[in-house]
């Protein structure tokens, strides 16, 4: 049962566009919600990260919307650039979770057109 | 500058034979994992390590084995009795102090076994 809902599965946006991916959760449990920026051949490194009792979280052009109630959680990336082209993952986590405890989506693989 | 090691970058082997692949880190972090990354498949957890010498199962552990003598080091075995082993593999570290600290990757190894 995946626990993490990624969409869409590949996007491409024009230069200086917003793009928008979107996860879904199903454990209410979870209260940690990172997520990973991975360019081709590299391992994935931590973008940005939010808790539930934020509903915004800005750093830079990244942006993560949190809504707990509909259990989604989104990454908009404003005035994107061709340098964002990258694949991005959202996770979750729980603290009861122990050393295990994090979910990856299964990623979404952006290309922003120059 | 501190890190995760991974080595080799590409490795090729025949189709029966074990192969160990390599993970150092110099982060002085507790945790280490090894996970398996395949095309649409997200990351998926192999094993994990939340202290030496004591290691444990993630979501695929069938066809793996891992040793933990040292800090720095979570070496991942695969086994001949993995069924489908060529993928991309990643090795990654945490702070064990808190559950939001953030997962450091390497740079991974693509396995490819024909």
């Known amino acids: 049962q995946q626990q993490v809902k990624q969409s869409p599965q590949s996007l491409i946006v024009q230069k200086g566009g917003i793009p928008i991916i979107n996860c879904a959760y199903e454990n209410t449990a979870f209260d940690y919600f990172p997520w990973y920026q991975q360019f081709p051949g590299k391992g994935p490194a931590l973008l940005i990260a939010i808790r539930p009792d934020v509903s915004e979280k800005k750093e830079g052009r990244f942006t993560i919307s949190f809504n707990k109630s509909a259990k989604q959680f989104s990454l908009h990336i404003m005035d994107s650039q061709p340098g964002d082209s990258a694949t991005y993952f959202c996770?979750?986590?729980?603290?009861?979770?122990?050393?295990?405890?994090?979910?990856f989506g299964k990623g979404t693989h952006l290309i922003i057109q120059p | 500058d501190g890190g995760i090691t991974q080595s080799p970058k590409y490795l090729f082997r025949k189709e029966g034979q074990n192969v160990t692949l390599s993970c150092e880190q110099n982060?002085?972090?507790?945790?280490m994992y090894w996970y398996r990354q395949d095309p649409g498949q997200g990351l998926r957890l192999i094993y994990y390590s939340q202290i030496v010498n004591d290691f444990q199962k993630g979501d695929i552990a069938e066809g793996y084995s891992v040793s933990r003598e040292k800090k720095e080091s979570f070496p991942l075995t695969v086994t001949s009795a993995q069924k489908n082993p060529t993928a991309f593999y990643l090795c990654?570290?945490?702070?064990?102090?808190?559950?939001?600290?953030?997962?450091?990757f390497g740079n991974g190894t693509r396995l490819t076994v024909t």
């Open positions: 982060l002085n972090h507790d945790a």
């Open positions: 996770a979750a986590r729980w603290s009861g979770g122990g050393a295990d405890g994090l979910t």
């Open positions: 990654a570290s945490s702070p064990w102090s808190s559950y939001n600290s953030p997962l450091h």
